[in-house]
């Protein structure tokens, strides 16, 4: 199934929540925030029915929704609205004439640093023929028209697909690695631990956060499925003054581990889609890393012990703690304290040793072709702001060469990544964890964007 079969519900959604809402309603997505204020702005100028709509953009997708809940605002206020196509903005001023609209509004939409962003102006398409061969058109209706409102994970998904080859990315490399992020979740805590993986087995990864005080699991929209308070749980008698602990999604069956530094010991939780539930099945008695690779935590600290226990019951050890870990078969990837990290090929192979790494790294493949990436974030202890940087895995240490993509994320300290297949598609989605200035946590979704 392709994403556009997968997102046309979503289409059809947004169109028949067109109506107006109230401006604290959390419920209201993007686009329909985004629709609500550039309607307002039309009718400002005030436009004269009937009113042509022209949109251009990245993703076809985000044009049709957001042209569909704006055309059905300004049906309500009586002005007549029609989208036209058109090759370029400046042919549609011809084409809204010819069916007869009396204005013309021409708005580029598109997701830009977290933000569902519209800009374009409005003009009148009646021209008076009688002023001699220079055409004149009326001076009002016409104005510029810029919006924007925060993404969240509709819009994103919605600008994800869609987009035409002939767009530049902003930022890219060989690959044309092009990621677009928006705000999935907001959490009364930090983020303590983060992971992915397929828990009811739909075969979509669903994103687990652990936080000081339990374990939710989100769906690629960020809804919540269930959630498991660790209150039960007794307390560690070495807890870390950071929220710190380990999360991994196991297979055969689908099980989640998580454990917090915060308690003496952690818990396998199955989730139980049906009752919206996590329901533990077992206690643990060592930290789990990944699905099969566990390891130990440093009394009191941040970090994981320098041994690591692979699946196989053989023990990797390390120069030195780590605080982060990713697994990719056949790679594996440890990142320490100093901003140095570990990157063994396979099993057994010696480690390249990088630099310049934050906390939040990971390993996926983001773009399909089957060769994994690396991605990291700053090794700033307060980067200002923090920033998600993809390169390229060809040998050697890949951060002394130009990342693939790079891009600033949103205000907080960015300890936590992961990949998520959230489409059922070959390309891996980004979540990053952010520790906010505030004390709250955030999930910050990115998607791949053609290029």
Do not use: C
């Not at 042209?67 to 058109?86: C, F, I, K, N, Q």
């Not at 087995?201 to 956060?209: F, K």
């Not at 499925?225 to 560690?236: K, Q």
């Not at 920033?387 to 060469?401: E, K, Q, S, W, Y």
């Amino acid at each position: 199934m392709s994403r556009a079969q997968v997102l046309a519900p979503l289409l059809l959604a947004l169109t028949a929540h067109a109506a107006p809402r109230s401006s604290t309603d959390e419920t209201v997505s993007a686009v329909e925030r985004l629709s609500r204020e550039l309607a307002s702005d039309v009718r400002a100028l005030p436009a004269e029915a009937p009113v042509a709509l022209y949109f251009s953009g990245g993703s076809a997708e985000l044009r049709r929704a957001v042209g569909s809940v704006l055309a059905a605002r300004l049906a309500a206020e009586g002005l007549a609205p029609s989208v036209v196509d058109a090759p370029s903005a400046e042919a549609a001023e011809g084409v809204a004439r010819a069916q007869g609209a009396r204005t013309l509004v021409r708005l580029t939409v598109d997701v830009e640093a977290g933000a569902l962003r519209a800009r374009g102006d409005a003009l009148g398409t009646w021209v008076n023929f009688w002023s001699g061969r220079a055409l004149t058109r009326p001076a009002r209706p016409s104005g510029a028209l810029v919006e924007s409102v925060e993404a969240d994970a509709e819009a994103l998904a919605l600008a994800s697909v869609g987009t035409p080859t002939t767009t530049t990315p902003p930022t890219g490399g060989p690959r044309g690695i092009r990621l677009l992020g928006a705000t999935l979740v907001r959490l009364e805590q930090p983020v303590a631990a983060l992971a992915a993986g397929d828990l009811d087995g739909d075969g979509r990864d669903e994103i687990a956060v652990l936080t000081e005080e339990n374990v939710s699991v989100f769906t690629a929209d960020g809804q919540l499925l269930a959630r498991r308070e660790l209150g039960s749980l007794p307390f560690s008698n070495a807890t870390t003054r950071e929220p710190f602990g380990a999360l991994a999604v196991l297979s055969g069956p689908p099980r989640l581990a998580a454990w917090s530094t915060r308690r003496a010991q952690g818990e396998v939780l199955v989730l139980d889609k049906g009752r919206s539930t996590l329901r533990p099945v077992g206690t643990l008695d060592s930290a789990p890393l990944g699905p099969v690779e566990r390891g130990g935590f440093v009394p009191g600290q941040t970090a994981f012990q320098a041994e690591v226990r692979l699946g196989d019951g053989k023990p990797v050890t390390l120069l030195s703690p780590f605080t982060t870990a990713s697994f990719a078969s056949p790679r594996m990837l440890f990142v320490h304290a100093d901003g140095t990290g570990s990157l063994y090929p396979r099993v057994g192979a010696t480690p390249t040793r990088l630099s310049g790494l934050g906390a939040g790294s990971a390993l996926g493949d983001l773009d399909g072709d089957g060769t994994t990436e690396l991605l990291t974030t700053s090794a700033l202890l307060q980067p200002s702001p923090d920033v998600l940087r993809v390169h390229a895995l060809n040998g050697g240490d890949p951060t002394v060469h130009e990342p693939l993509w790079q891009g600033p994320l949103p205000t907080g300290r960015a300890l936590f990544v992961v990949t998520a297949n959230l489409d059922g598609d070959t390309r891996r989605e980004v979540v990053v964890g952010l520790s906010k200035p505030d004390g709250t946590g955030e999930l910050f979704l990115l998607r791949q964007g053609a290029p």
